[in-house]
Antibody, heavy 113, light 106 residues
């Protein structure tokens, strides 16, 4: 059974860089796109971006200039960095597997204050 | 971006009821639609993908239908554990987008 375990800093100051990592346990790592999604009371669920096993990425244009997603196939990790955060980036951040988001991480609450 | 509009935004029902939630896409998304259930403080849980295919382990009381722009999620014989917020999500084209959610309450 596939599990996604995520971690990263939960409290940031404005202008700092958000950094989160998601590890994949069990199941196949290749053959899927791996995603970052966030959820805030004001904006609901928002797709941030995706990466595949070969490192091909797609980002939400609303965040494209600030976001970077990387993958480490040897460790079965993928990571999210979001630069120059503001209060508007306060949200619960999730990692997920596949275009249908079949499997989700547990979520990380990120507060920018 | 493809806009996903769910209705209703909230729904009151009773144990044993059957309910239907609708999701409309702003353009044709074929059957690239998924449904999720989310309970407070938890990550979303995938219920349906491909508009009508049940994820492994999801009870058959959940069913989905539709294609193109109009989709429905039906839940039969509501049980207390079914009261949650439900979201639709399109994965036809990036940026992938979500409906605003339907809060199903007792």
């Amino acid at each position: 059974q596939v599990q996604l375990q995520q971690w990263g800093a939960g409290l940031l100051k404005p202008s700092e860089t958000l950094s989160l990592t998601c590890a994949v346990y069990g199941g196949s790592f290749s053959g899927y796109y791996w995603h970052w999604i966030r959820q805030s009371p004001g904006k609901g669920l928002e797709w941030i971006g995706e990466i595949n096993h070969g490192g091909t990425t797609n980002y939400n244009p609303s965040l494209k200039n600030r976001v970077n997603i990387l993958i480490d196939t040897s460790k079965k990790w993928f990571s999210l960095t979001l630069t120059a955060v503001t209060a508007a980036d306060t949200a619960v951040y999730y990692c997920a597997r596949g275009w249908d988001f079949q499997v989700w991480g547990q979520g990380t609450t990120v507060t920018v204050s | 971006d493809i806009q996903m509009t769910q209705s209703p935004s909230s729904l009151s029902a009773s144990v044993g009821d059957r309910v239907t939630i609708t999701c409309r896409a702003s353009q044709d998304i074929n059957t690239f639609l998924a449904w999720f259930q989310q309970k407070p403080g938890q990550a979303p849980k995938s219920l349906i993908y491909g508009a009508s295919r049940l994820q492994s382990g999801v009870p058959s009381k959940f069913s989905g239908s539709g294609s193109g722009t109009d989709f429905t999620l039906t839940i039969n014989s509501l049980q207390p554990e079914d009261f949650a917020t439900y979201y639709c999500h399109q994965y036809d084209s990036t940026p992938y987008t979500f409906g605003q959610g339907t809060n199903l309450e007792i």
